[in-house]
């Protein structure tokens, strides 16, 4: 019953409170779907938990074409400002996670990025995508018909 629930909610959020409170349909409230769907730190770097998850999914899985998924790259540009975090940090200079920061020349200065890079595996079979990775950098990527 979640799954429609949450579709709806993502489609129109006015319509699924609408629906929820002149109780035409009894439906969870946002806090009750947002435990179901959990929350995402949006750390940079490739997700522990997603490894997971893609783990138990594979064991689940028992013909290799099954097994079969791609790698999608989705780059986004963000507007450039240092911000604050309650957690003590701050956010917006060029981190590419802990697992490529090296390859990173002059990581070590304070530059600050302009776009987002969000990496996503997605199983061949339909409805299994998952966030696996971000990373924020400063430039566009290059395509072969920018070159």
Do not use: W
């Not at 959990?38 to 997971?52: A, K, N, P, Q």
């Not at 604050?84 to 090296?102: C, S």
């Not at 530059?111 to 990496?119: E, G, Q, W």
Request: include cysteine; glycine fraction near 6%.
């Amino acid at each position: 019953m979640q799954r429609p629930c949450i579709v709806i909610r993502n489609l129109s959020a006015k319509a699924y409170e609408y629906l929820r409170t002149e109780n035409l349909l009894r439906l969870p409230c946002n806090k009750t779907l947002q435990k179901y769907i959990g929350t995402v730190s949006g750390e940079v770097g490739f997700s522990h938990l997603v490894r997971c998850r893609l783990e138990v999914e594979l064991q689940g899985l028992d013909t290799a074409q099954s097994k079969v998924c791609s790698l999608i790259v989705d780059e986004m540009r963000i507007r450039q400002k240092l911000q604050y975090k309650q957690r003590d940090a701050f956010i917006g200079d060029v981190d590419m996670g802990p697992e490529l920061q090296h390859l990173v020349p002059g990581s070590n200065d304070e530059t600050l990025a302009n776009s987002v890079l969000c990496f996503f595996s997605a199983a061949c079979m339909p409805g299994t995508r998952y966030l696996s990775g971000i990373s924020s950098r400063k430039g566009a990527l290059e395509s072969s018909s920018q070159k």
